[in-house]
């Protein structure tokens, strides 16, 4: 399953702050732009496999139904 964000990028003195504007909590601090993608990209994986795992974790046992859905999300640029 492939899914886009937003990464937003920083320099702040020698550092690059990364951020992903859709994803609370996913942040990271680099040196370069380069290991902020990185790093970025790893932690926007390990948080949505931890939410998956603590959503599994309390559904278990329970009578659910579960299904994909699909949203189509306009960004300012589009409007």
């Not at 278990?60 to 139904?65: C, E, L, M, P, R």
């Amino acid at each position: 399953m492939e899914n886009s964000f937003t990464a937003i990028f920083e320099k702040v003195d020698d550092w690059y702050i990364g951020y992903v504007q859709e994803l609370s909590g996913a942040n990271v601090q680099e040196r370069t732009l380069e290991e902020a993608r990185e790093s970025l990209r790893e932690v926007i994986e390990l948080i949505l496999i931890s939410n998956r795992e603590l959503a599994e974790q309390k559904l278990s046992g329970k009578d659910v139904v579960r299904e994909k859905i699909t949203v189509k999300i306009s960004s300012r640029d589009e409007n």
